[in-house]
């Protein structure tokens, strides 16, 4: 079984991705990875994340960046919503996330386009949403909690800025799959929103 979770910047996702691939112990894959390392590669390139020719060449990323915390960064989230509208960068890591949905396993991604484009077979999607407020509040805290202290505001328009570059851009752009499962996480806790996607998996199961 493939599940796709996609959703804008901190709708909880991947917290419903991680808790879906322990539920159903499914292998996971967060996209968003994916392109935060070739957007931290090109920045240490001093590279420009517009520049579609230094955004192609961090497409060949060392693997294990992915493991490296700065990928977690805002500073990182906005160069990716940069380097990902690039039609060449998308290409370029198609492949990659096609093998990994096409497991004998099955697989669970999460990110922007996995119902729409690398996986529009997935037995169950799920788009993720909430208030861009409270998107903000809770990016806020996490940011906090890792000693990180942007602003709230500063947190907000940083969200609201790659709601709207991850929309409007022409390759892939967010929007919902048209058999998606809408999940709005603005006033459900984690247990309460998980539960949700749980019960939206089932029944697309059938
Ligand atoms: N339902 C919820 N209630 C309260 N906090 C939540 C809920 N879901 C997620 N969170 C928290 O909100 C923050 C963002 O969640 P998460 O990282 O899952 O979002 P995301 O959509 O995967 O983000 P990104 O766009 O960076 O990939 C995290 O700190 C997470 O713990
Ligand atoms: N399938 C995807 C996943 C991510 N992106 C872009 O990467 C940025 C960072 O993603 P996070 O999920 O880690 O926040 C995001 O803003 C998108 O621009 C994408 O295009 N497609």
């Known amino acids: 079984m493939i599940i796709a979770v ?12 991680r808790a879906l691939a322990l539920h159903y112990a499914l292998p996971h894959l967060d ?15 001093d590279g420009d994340p517009a520049d579609p020719a230094d955004a192609l060449a961090a497409c060949a990323f060392d693997d294990l960046l992915l493991g490296d915390p700065e990928l977690r960064s805002e500073k990182a989230g906005a160069a990716a919503s940069v ?3 690039h039609p060449a960068v998308r290409a370029a890591l198609v492949d990659r996330q096609r093998r990994f949905a096409g497991q004998p396993s099955g697989a669970i991604l999460d990110g922007r386009d996995i119902g729409t484009v690398i996986a529009p077979e997935a037995a169950a999607k799920l788009f993720v949403t909430a208030d861009p407020q409270v998107r903000a509040t809770r990016r806020h805290a996490e940011l906090a909690g890792r000693g ?25 752009p967010l ?3 048209d058999d998606a499962v809408l999940i709005d996480t603005t006033d459900l ?5 998980v539960a949700a996607a749980i019960a939206a998996v089932e029944a697309k199961r059938g």
């Open 189 to 193: 806790n984690v247990a309460e929103a």
């Open 6 to 17: 996609d959703g804008p910047a901190a709708s909880g996702k991947g917290t419903i991705a």
């Open 31 to 45: 996209t968003g990875l994916l392109y935060r390392a070739v957007a931290i590669t090109v920045l240490r390139a």
């Open 83 to 85: 380097v990902s509208a």
């Open 148 to 172: 990180a202290s942007p602003g709230l505001d500063a947190v907000l328009a940083d969200i609201r800025a790659r709601d709207e570059r991850d929309s409007a851009r022409a390759a892939a």
């Open 175 to 177: 929007r919902m799959a």
